[in-house]
């Protein structure tokens, strides 16, 4: 009887124990797959920071490479506030304090932060402030972007990219003079007008050679400077140039792809998709010594466009 009594007390024993074995256990191993990040400790002296955007534009030019927002954010706290822009990252690890490459790319191109106000420090020890903050974008197929902070807060500024209103005469903007654009398909300027007549002028065959062409006494040619920029991924072609003498009424058209002057590319009938400078080619009759200084006009006409584009030279 007593050693039944005995196996009792240690059977009841280890059944408790084995108990207090499991529970500490499973305790241990739900408190080791716990995310520290999910419950974080927030010290009550910290101030509690929120934000919200007053506004925002997204611009997406072709003069840059990027594109990039310029946003209007209001921070409001329970105390004091005290961090610096260097705070401040984007879903694309872009710190807001490191923007510098961004904005050389946009003064090169005259485009200008401060018609917008943009701030680059935020105030110091304030529980309210609005600021303008220029926010670039790395990836130019992105469609929305995330604005967050370093620090432990409740910020989180999501951006929709999918909808670009900003124009670059927001940013200050102005055209060069002379430029010709429909701001759609194409941006064409004048560069300068060359004599050449006293160079000589070849012609290329299907068979690879070439030789140079006589023109009459009175022909003097003259070649127009163009700088072409073909806008929203177009590919253009000029298919052919005119060039007119006000005074006279006297009309040129250019010469085909298959002429050329040594040192002046011919950029009639060349598919082109990026800025470039050439020129086009007139043989012009006449017996004055030069019409460099007469009335002219230049015109160009792209494939599969049946206007011209008129630029005046001369007035």
Excluded: C
Aim: proline content about 4%; cysteine-free.
């Amino acid at each position: 009887m007593k050693l039944n009594a005995f196996l009792k007390v240690l059977i009841s024993t280890l059944v408790v124990l084995l108990i207090v074995g499991l529970g500490v256990g499973i305790n241990t191993l739900l408190n080791r797959e716990k995310d520290p990040d999910d419950d974080p400790i927030v010290d009550p002296k910290d101030p509690v920071i929120t934000a919200n955007f007053e506004g925002y534009t997204v611009y997406k030019l072709d003069e840059v490479s990027f594109p990039f927002v310029i946003a209007r954010i209001t921070f409001v706290s329970d105390s004091a506030m005290d961090f610096g822009i260097d705070q401040l990252i984007t879903s694309e690890q872009i710190s807001l304090a490191q923007t510098n490459v961004y904005q050389d790319e946009l003064l090169s191109k005259k485009l200008y932060l401060s018609y917008q106000m943009v701030d680059f420090e935020l105030p110091r020890n304030k529980q309210t402030f609005t600021v303008n903050l220029f926010i670039p974008i790395k990836n130019p197929e992105a469609v929305k972007v995330t604005l967050t902070t370093k620090f432990k807060s409740n910020i989180k500024l999501e951006i929709d990219l999918t909808f670009a209103q900003g124009v670059k005469e927001m940013l200050g903007y102005v055209e060069d003079p002379g430029v010709v654009t429909d701001n759609e398909t194409y941006k064409l300027k004048i560069l300068g007008l060359e004599d050449l007549t006293s160079f000589g002028v070849m012609r290329k065959y299907d068979d690879g050679s070439s030789e140079e062409v006589s023109f009459p006494s009175t022909a003097k040619i003259y070649a127009v400077k163009v700088a072409l920029t073909p806008l929203k991924n177009h590919t253009l072609l000029i298919a052919q140039g005119r060039y007119r003498i006000i005074t006279s009424g006297q009309v040129s058209l250019s010469m085909s792809k298959d002429y050329f002057v040594e040192g002046f590319s011919n950029m009639v009938g060349i598919p082109l998709s990026v800025y470039t400078e050439g020129y086009l080619i007139f043989d012009v009759y006449s017996t004055e010594l030069s019409l460099l200084d007469q009335n002219t006009i230049f015109e160009v006409r792209f494939e599969n466009m049946t206007e011209w584009i008129e630029i005046t030279i001369i007035e």
